[in-house]
């Protein structure tokens, strides 16, 4: 794809992984934590490492397992 198409996918893949979702399943409040999250996030998609919201989501639960 295109860059800046490429990019715009992984921009809606990140939005998809909302806060709602967040708070739910890794029991996260808004703030530092939840924005951490979510560039690590956003790092990994336009490196290459998920390219979907179920890798998104998948990679978000093992890093904040991981996380201590």
């Known amino acids: 794809l295109h860059y800046p198409l490429?990019?715009?996918?992984?921009?809606?893949?990140?939005?998809?992984?909302?806060?709602?979702?967040?708070?739910?399943?890794?029991?996260?409040?808004?703030g530092p934590e939840m924005t951490r999250l979510l560039e690590l996030l956003r790092n990994a998609e336009i490196s290459g490492l998920v390219s979907s919201d179920e890798e998104a989501r998948q990679f978000l639960v093992e890093h904040y397992q991981n996380k201590d």
């Open 6 to 30: 490429r990019r715009q996918r992984q921009m809606c893949i990140r939005d998809r992984v909302d806060g709602h979702w967040l708070r739910n399943k890794l029991h996260l409040k808004d």
